[in-house]
């Protein structure tokens, strides 16, 4: 059974830092390209960050680059994402993604809240 858990959401500050989490079972996760999405209020989900399966091809959105870092370990079959000076327009609901050739999982999300 395929699962994806995301973990590590929550209130912060804006400034603050948060550090998601997202563990992977039932697949080949080291065969995968794996990606995080976020979708906030009344907005569409929008591709945030993406890593290949060997970690040497990460891809930002412009409105993440210099704040947050994708990364991944494929030995414990969880992708990161470090978020750092966090803004109110970061408030989304935070959706990992595996993606191989026509094959993609979702998880359920984790909701980052940035509000003071």
């Known amino acids: 059974q395929v699962q994806l858990v995301e973990s590590g959401g929550g209130l912060v500050q804006p400034g603050g830092s948060l550090r998601l989490s997202c563990a992977a079972s039932g697949f080949t996760f080291s065969s995968y390209v794996m990606s995080w999405y976020r979708q906030g209020p009344g907005k569409e989900r929008e591709l945030v960050a993406s890593?290949?399966?060997?970690?040497?091809?990460?891809n930002y959105a412009d409105s993440v680059k210099g704040r947050f870092t994708i990364s991944r370990d494929n030995a414990k079959n969880t992708v990161y994402l470090q978020m750092t000076s966090l803004k109110p327009e970061d408030t989304a609901v935070y959706y990992c993604?595996?993606?191989?050739?026509?094959?993609?999982?979702w998880g359920q999300g984790t909701q980052v809240t940035v509000s003071s």
């Open positions: 890593i290949v399966n060997t970690g040497g091809s990460i």
């Open positions: 993604k595996a993606t191989r050739l026509w094959v993609e999982y």
